[in-house]
Structure formats: structure tokens, C-alpha cells
């Protein structure tokens, strides 16, 4: 039951006074939970250490973060939520926060913010009320209440106005990894949030429209509602690099979700060789391409071969002969299956048994499932599967793809041309799997081959972000993870800097294998400043003429200024200048200029971090190379000659990307310095 609504006599100290008691309540929750006594409830050791580790992160579940603000919200309903909406019936008020907490009687005295009942805390309106009499926003300094806003939605009387504390969170400086947005989920961010387990969505947003942020509040929206199904089945969020899951990895355990796994593409399809090479890009664009598949599967099941002798089984004193063309029957009805290499291997010899044992029964022997299984263990019928449908090492067959060019013509033949091939045939032979350098693109291409004989295991849901990136056959890979679970897809088109950049979302779904996937847009910029992403979107009509330009909704305009420079001192001084305001500041520049700016900041004594480092008071300054810049976000940003990042990609679309995603990194204010002139299509 909820706390009743009443009047207080001082609103801010009746607030800090349910802060406190909350506080209190949630550490004796924590506390019940360490004083558990487990060791006469479980079976055995394994039974207790599954436990004793589910009891662990229960607890660190249950951490009181001091710096964090365990309820933002709060919800005045005019009548009790499911109740009798009579006239004169009592409504309920609810403190909204990042988790459930009660009291030792179990009454809740802050209500986790994926609970159904919290929902309108994000989509009332004056418009729509959805029977809230009040919302009630909290500002907090440190950990605790310094003011309050109210918004009574179901008084006509009262105006429409924005959110001055809203406002203040989403404009609040950046300082360490990222932060949940929980307190600020806007109304079209929430209907993606809540949207079901059973449907996959893919989200188009330009930076600073929050797509990484719903997607993860996603994820633990799920995790809430299906706990128990996605507890079996797993979670899994892949993101672009390692410097971006750094940045991204405490959002989750702020909300109270521990188990949900991160990873890069590479992490997931690089188990079973090493990444020691790299393509070029004509090789990795064909090593990449969907066609791939069709010849790898050809090539897997080239083992297959047609048997032309038939099978003798001896046991006691008679013997049992299974003829070619039954034999060839059975292997032709496995091949029309379509069933994995491995599981048609695997099915063969039973099949070869079954056949004896049809001919035992004619005989009139009565053989049962056991004289079945010492048929198919027989060594002439293992000698034949051997023969028929020989094992397959999905790297060896890559390899071999790789290198032999006339194996590789065999199965390309009307797939690839001529010029394809040769483009991905290496260039010197290698002796082993282990000797060989592969590139991330084979790796790819070894998994699509290992599943072909073996199934993947499935997840139950994947969130997939800085998706826009991902060849065709990578987003094969991430689909053979969710087959039977479903996926977030986020990204942004304008954002695509690689030579096989995601050209639309539907194609993006496709290879993913989510072809039901809903598409969804964010276009409401909440992170980028007015005149930062303006002077961005001038490079919109050039690099994705189709999309919608982000529109800021940030009332503060932030800081912005062109600035021509002869040196790099000028570089450093203007990373001096930023350092003196509050939060974060990024200095991004294309990644043959680091090192030479590296040796500038380490000359004038300023400390600076790699991307994906947290920031601390004493160093604040991040050196990012621009190929690492996706993802990540700073107050304030100084990008360093624009026209290096255009000219350090293979093509210009592809650096004038580059150059977008650069130039929306800030928060709060952008300098950009350059003593090149600024790419033409920056220009008014």
C-alpha cells in the first residue's frame, strides 16, 4: 500500500524526511539479506555456491549509492490505481526511483521506475493526465533534495511550462562514465523503453538523442518484466569497442542490473582463432558482404559425398547390408533438411542403423533402441559416415577458402567474380590455422562457418549499438546470438564510417534476420547545444541526405567558436581555457595528429586520459582519436583540424563522417581549432 496524499506542513523537509526513512529502509533490506543463513538449506556445495553467489548480487543490488538519488520523482493520483474511480475515493502518491524499496511491513516506500504504475511519471501530460493530480520533479545537490517542482496535470488552470529541473539534469556537466537518464526518460523515449520482449526495434537518432541510453534503460525495463525468462535465456549489449563499453558499463548496475553481459563484435566471433591481421578495405568490403554466406555454405557442404559402396554390419553370425542407393536416399534427405552439418553428421549413423534394424524385423528378430545404438557405434557404419559426411574445422575450411583459389572458384563460381576473388585470396600461402594472420573480417566469416555446422546459442535479447557500422556479415553473427530472442538495434546513419556502412535499416534488419523489426526515429537532441548541432548539420545534406536533422531541445544555446591557429600551442591553450569551467573536456583530433598533440599537453604539464577512461578532479582532459570518438560525450570539446579527419578515412563521405561524429561530441561548448582551411562543405 502507497503512502496516502496529504498536505505537509514544510513540503521540502516532509521530502528530505522520506528520503531519509527510504535510505534506512533500503539498508535494512541489504542488511536481511547479509544476515541469510544458508548452510542447512541446500543440498550439496554446488547447490550452496549458486547460492551464496545469487545472495552477492542480491546484495550489491541493494547498494545505497550516496552520490545517486534514490527516488526523482514523485505521483499524485486522484484515485488509487486500479480502484473504483468513485467520486470522493482516496488517491495514492508514489516516489518514483531507480528500485523498489519498502519498510518492514512491505509497504513500498519508493516505487522501482519500471513498475506500470510509474509509467505516467513519463507520459502525462496536460493533454492526457492519465489521472495524476500531481507530479513532483526533485533537484538534488550531492545525494540530497534542494528543491522541488510541481506540476498539477489535472488542473485546468494551470499553464503548460517547461521543466526548469528537467532541464538542469539534462544540461548537468559530465563528469566520469555515463550516467543513467532515468530521472529524464522523454515520452517518445519511454514507448521504446516499455516496448515488448517478443518484437525487435531498431532506433534511428542523431547524437544526442539519447538512442544508447533508452537502449540500455530498455534492456533493464526487460530484465524487470521478464526476469525469470531472461534469467534463463541471457543478455547481451555488443558495442564498437572496448573505450565505448568502458564508457557505458555503469549504467546498468546504477539501475540495479548486474548480469547483463557487454561485448564488441570482435569478442564474439574471435573465440576460436586470434585477430593479428588487418584487411584492406576492398578485401574487407567482399569478406563482408552477405554473398559470403552462400559460398561458405557451399563450401561445408562440398564434404558431402555420395556413397557408392554399400554397408556391410556383421553381428553373431549373420550380416546385414544396407545397398548404395538406400544409403544415397538417406543422405539426400538429410541434405533437404537443411539441418546443420554437424546435427545431419550426428543423425547419420542412426539412420544407417534404423535400416538394419527395419531388415532384423522382416527377419523376425525383435531387436529394441539398445541393439540400434550398437548398430550405429559399428566400424563399418562409423567407417562410412567417416567416408560419406567427414567432419568439418570451420577454420581449417576458411583457410583453405583463403588460399587455395581454385577451391575458392569452385564454390564462388556465379556468387563472386573473377576480381572478387582475387581481392580476398591471400597473397602468400599459410601452414596452419594458428600461423595464419587473421583479420576481424575472417574471424566473421569462421563463425558463419562454425554455425553452419553447429547451432549458435540463442540469447534472449540483444542490444546491438553504434549498429550503423557493421558489414552484412557481422550483423549475421549478432543475429545467430538472438534467432529465438529478439534485438535493439541503435545508430545512426549520418554516423557510418566504414566503407560498408549500413545503407538503410531494413537492409540492416534483414541480415540480422529480424525482418518484423519496428523502426523507430529520435530527432529531439538533448545532449548537443543549439549552435553546436547546427553548424554539425550542415554536413547532413552531404554524407545522409535523407535524414532528419536533430533539433536541440537544450535551452542553454552552449559555447561555439571557429578559431584559426598557426600551432599546436594554440590547441593546448585552448584545452587550458575549457579546463577552467566545470566538467569534462575531449580533445579530438584525426589519429595521425595524436602523438604530436600528446608530446604538446605532456610539454605544458596537463594530464590528460585515453578514451573510455573515468575522469577524475585532477585530470579532466581526454585525448581521443577520432576513430574512437563515436559513442563518447564531453562538456566541452576541442576538435582539432577538421579537414585531418576528412583526409585520414580511404574516401570523403567517409571522413565527412567522421568529421559529424566529431563535431557532436560536446555537451556543452565546442571550440574548433585549424590551421587548414575548414572542408567546403562546412561553409555557409
Known amino acids: 500500500m502507497s503512502t496516502p496524499v496529504d498536505d505537509a506542513l514544510d513540503p521540502l523537509e516532509r521530502e528530505r524526511s522520506h528520503l531519509a526513512g527510504s535510505r534506512a529502509a533500503l539498508r535494512a533490506m541489504r542488511e536481511d539479506v547479509e544476515s541469510l543463513d544458508i548452510r542447512d538449506v541446500t543440498a550439496n556445495w554446488v547447490n550452496a555456491e549458486v547460492l551464496a553467489h545469487q545472495i552477492d548480487e542480491r546484495i550489491k ?87 522541488y517542482e510541481d506540476e498539477h496535470l489535472s488542473d485546468p488552470a494551470e499553464a503548460v511550462r517547461t521543466s526548469k529541473l528537467l532541464q538542469q539534469e539534462i544540461e548537468r556537466p559530465r563528469v566520469g562514465p555515463m550516467r543513467d537518464i532515468v530521472a529524464t526518460i522523454q515520452p517518445e523515449q519511454d514507448e521504446i523503453v516499455r516496448s ?47 573505450s565505448f563499453l568502458h564508457y557505458i558499463e555503469q549504467v546498468l548496475p546504477a539501475l540495479g542490473e548486474l548480469t547483463v553481459q557487454q561485448a564488441t563484435v ?45 554397408v556391410v554390419v556383421v553381428r553373431g553370425s549373420r550380416r546385414w547390408r544396407v545397398p548404395a542407393y538406400e544409403l544415397e536416399d538417406i543422405v539426400r534427405e538429410l541434405l533437404e533438411r537443411g539441418i546443420r552439418y554437424g546435427a545431419a553428421r550426428e543423425a547419420l549413423p542412426q539412420r544407417i542403423a534404423h535400416a538394419v534394424l527395419v531388415q532384423m524385423e522382416r527377419s523376425g528378430e525383435a531387436p529394441d533402441d539398445r541393439v540400434q545404438d550398437a548398430v550405429a557405434r559399428n566400424a563399418a557404419v562409423k567407417a562410412a559416415v567417416k567416408a560419406i559426411w567427414p567432419p568439418v574445422d570451420p577454420a581449417k575450411l576458411v583457410l583453405r577458402l583463403l588460399s587455395d583459389a581454385e577451391f575458392l572458384a569452385e564454390h564462388a563460381e556465379g556468387v563472386l567474380s573473377e576480381e572478387e576473388r582475387r581481392t580476398i585470396l591471400w597473397a602468400k600461402p599459410v601452414r596452419s590455422v594458428k600461423s595464419a594472420k587473421w583479420s576481424s573480417a575472417d574471424a566473421v566469416l569462421i563463425d558463419e562457418a562454425t554455425d553452419l555446422v553447429q547451432r549458435t546459442h540463442s540469447l534472449g535479447h540483444v542490444v546491438l549499438d553504434e549498429a550503423q557500422d557493421l558489414s552484412p556479415m557481422q550483423y549475421r553473427a549478432v543475429g545467430r546470438r538472438c534467432t529465438t530472442g529478439s534485438a535493439t538495434v541503435l545508430g545512426d546513419l549520418a554516423q557510418g564510417t566504414t566503407p560498408w556502412a549500413t ?110 577512461e573515468e575522469t577524475t578532479a585532477e585530470t579532466r582532459l581526454t585525448l581521443v582519436p577520432a576513430s574512437l570518438a563515436k559513442g563518447l560525450e564531453y562538456d566541452y570539446v576541442v576538435l582539432d583540424e577538421p579537414q585531418a579527419v576528412v583526409s585520414g578515412e580511404p574516401d570523403e563521405r567517409t571522413g565527412l563522417r567522421r568529421l559529424y561524429v566529431a563535431l557532436t561530441r560536446a555537451v556543452s561548448g565546442l571550440i574548433v581549432t585549424h590551421a587548414e582551411p575548414l572542408p567546403a562543405q562546412l561553409a555557409d
Not at 501530460?125 to 520533479?137: E, G, H, Q, T, Y
Request: charged share 25%; net charge negative; proline share 6%.
Open 196 to 242: 515488448g520482449l517478443g518484437g525487435t526495434v531498431c532506433v534511428q537518432g542523431g547524437p544526442g538523442t539519447g538512442k544508447t541510453a533508452v537502449g540500455l534503460h530498455r534492456v533493464a525495463y526487460l530484465l524487470y518484466a521478464h526476469r525469470e525468462r531472461l534469467a534463463r535465456t541471457g543478455t547481451l549489449v555488443i558495442g564498437p569497442n572496448r
Open 266 to 310: 570482435d569478442d564474439l566471433v574471435s573465440a576460436g582463432v586470434q585477430v593479428r591481421g588487418v584487411d584492406e578495405a576492398p578485401a574487407a568490403i567482399v569478406k563482408g558482404d552477405a554473398r559470403m554466406a552462400e559460398v561458405l555454405r557451399r563450401a561445408v557442404y562440398s564434404h558431402v559425398t555420395m556413397p557408392t559402396e554399400p
Open 61 to 147: 543490488a541493494l547498494a545505497d549509492l550516496s552520490d545517486t538519488p534514490l527516488f526523482f520523482g514523485r505521483l499524485d493520483y486522484l484515485h488509487s490505481p486500479g480502484a473504483d474511480r468513485a467520486e470522493g475515493a482516496e488517491g495514492e502518491r508514489f516516489y518514483i526511483g531507480r528500485r523498489h524499496v519498502h519498510d518492514h511491513d512491505g509497504d513500498p516506500m519508493v516505487i522501482d521506475w519500471r513498475a506500470p504504475v510509474s509509467q505516467p511519471f513519463y507520459r502525462a501530460s496536460k493533454k492526457d493526465p492519465m489521472d495524476v493530480a500531481l507530479r513532483r520533479r526533485f533537484g538534488y545537490t550531492r545525494g540530497e533534495i534542494t528543491a
Open 503 to 612: 545503407r538503410s535499416w531494413d537492409e540492416a534488419l534483414a541480415h540480422l534476420g529480424k525482418t518484423d523489426g519496428v523502426v523507430e526515429e529520435l530527432t529531439a537532441g538533448f545532449r548537443v547545444p543549439t549552435d553546436v548541432i547546427a553548424y554539425a548539420s550542415r554536413l547532413l545534406s552531404h554524407i545522409a541526405p535523407g535524414l532528419t536533422p536533430v533539433a536541440s531541445v537544450r535551452e542553454n544555446p552552449g559555447f561555439f567558436d571557429l578559431r584559426p591557429i598557426t600551432g599546436t600551442a594554440e590547441v593546448v591553450a585552448a584545452c587550458e581555457e575549457l579546463l577552467l569551467r566545470e566538467g569534462s573536456t575531449g580533445l579530438i583530433a584525426a589519429d595521425a595528429r595524436i602523438p604530436e598533440l600528446a608530446a604538446a599537453l605532456t610539454a605544458a604539464g596537463i594530464g590528460y586520459l585515453s578514451p573510455g
